[in-house]
């Protein structure tokens, strides 16, 4: 088992009638509402956070990418990474991930990812993603080739990591006379790869059929998970191969306190923030950008999303996030990682408005008296 802390690094000042207001904490959102001096602050913290994990004992971070938003402040993961890669010395830094399509050239992601696994020396993890439909409005790309894009994107950095430059690579959406790039990754034959997903037929199919490692993205109900992970499985088998549990990963926010009670009470209001203020605009998806049949599970799904959920109740009946005691947390994760077959949690606590220091005291809970108890 391995276990991953996960930062999003959201906006904790929106305004309190930011829900009557605002339609949406995506891509329209007033740009005035942030302020880069609490920013700056923010970047701090959240960057001496995620190095602070690796000092506790968790075998790797992971940042993320996100546009034109409130929920997430990290439009260049690889410059948070780059970061860290200088504050840590042992874990794993997992970039989840660039999204392909929005790169022109993709080179640019060959690149950047080399550098972080030099840099890092052979810690990256490198995550590719197709991105979120309100990415699309952000940079003005046309939906209907993302997927196109994506796989044209990934070949030619997975050949330019691998094979001997130059060599010239023509395809549908991309040509270049001369791929050569200057550095190479370290990691040989290149970093792993881990594609995380919705629950999208197309990505579950790709990724099994590349044994690449499919990483559930958080905030759905338990019983979402174990649908797209069966999934996944069969769709493993069908490339003529069983599963390994590390290419299975579970998003789940853990927040640990003394007792169950105080847990609670210590990480619901920021909790609420999160899914009433942040999640707000997420599902905003442009024509084009999701197949028919992909469109019909994710909607059968939409009432089993965390922005769907009105009570404590619903949280914990669906395992939005793992909230309590050590002896809580333990129980539940141990119950829920084994019933899933996963083999990598990806979990995170610093959820909405958080306090850092909360933050960290769940974080320290968590590594002593949780973390001895869950690995097998």
């Known amino acids: 088992m391995q276990y991953y802390f ?10 309190e009638d930011f829900d009557e207001k605002y339609d949406s904490a995506w891509i329209w959102l007033p740009n005035s509402l942030y302020d880069p001096v609490k920013g700056h602050e923010l970047y701090r913290e959240y960057i001496n956070t995620l190095a602070y994990a690796e000092e506790l ?35 794993r830094i997992a970039v989840i991930g660039n999204a392909l399509p929005l790169y022109h050239p993709p080179l640019r992601v060959a690149e950047e990812m080399a550098m972080l696994d030099i840099m890092s020396n052979g810690r990256l993890i490198a995550g590719m993603v197709v991105g979120g439909g309100p990415e699309y409005y952000a940079y003005q790309v046309n939906p209907t080739y993302a997927r196109e894009r994506f796989r044209e994107a990934l070949d030619l950095i997975i050949k330019a990591w691998t094979e001997p430059g130059p060599f010239r690579w023509h395809s549908k959406h991309y040509f270049f006379n001369y791929v050569n790039p200057w550095p190479r990754p370290l990691q040989q034959p290149h ?3 881990w594609i995380p997903g919705l629950g999208s037929l197309e990505t579950i199919e790709f990724v099994a059929q590349r044994r690449y490692a499919y990483m559930g993205v958080p905030y759905f109900h338990i019983s979402v998970f174990h649908r797209v992970f069966d999934l996944f499985r069969d769709a493993c088998q069908k490339a ?3 599963t390994r549990p590390e290419q299975l990963g579970w998003g789940v926010p853990i927040y640990v306190a003394e007792t169950d009670r105080q847990a609670r009470e210590e ?18 998806s442009p024509p084009g950008y999701t197949s028919p049949r992909s469109i ?7 009432p089993l999303f965390l922005s769907e959920q009105k009570t404590w109740d619903d949280i914990e009946k669906g395992v939005y996030a793992i ?5 809580t947390v333990r129980q539940k994760l141990n119950h829920y990682r084994k019933e899933l077959g ?15 220091e909360l933050a960290r005291k769940s974080m320290e809970l968590f590594c002593r008296d949780v973390l001895p108890h869950v690995r097998d």
């Open 342 to 356: 996963v083999g990598v949690v990806m979990t995170g606590c610093q959820t909405g408005t958080l306090p850092h």
């Open 323 to 327: 909230v309590g005691s050590p002896e």
């Open 267 to 284: 990480f619901e209001p920021h909790m609420w923030y999160f899914v009433r203020f942040l999640l707000k605009g997420i599902g905003i």
């Open 240 to 242: 003529g191969y069983e």
């Open 6 to 15: 996960f930062h999003l690094m959201p906006w904790p000042y929106l305004p």
């Open 296 to 302: 019909l599970s994710i909607l059968k799904n939409r």
């Open 57 to 91: 004992g968790f075998d790797g971070i992971c940042v993320n990418e996100h546009h034109q938003n409130a929920y997430g402040l990290m439009p260049s993961p690889n410059v948070i990474a780059g970061a860290l890669t200088q504050r840590t010395q042992r874990c």
């Open 191 to 193: 970093p792993p790869i």
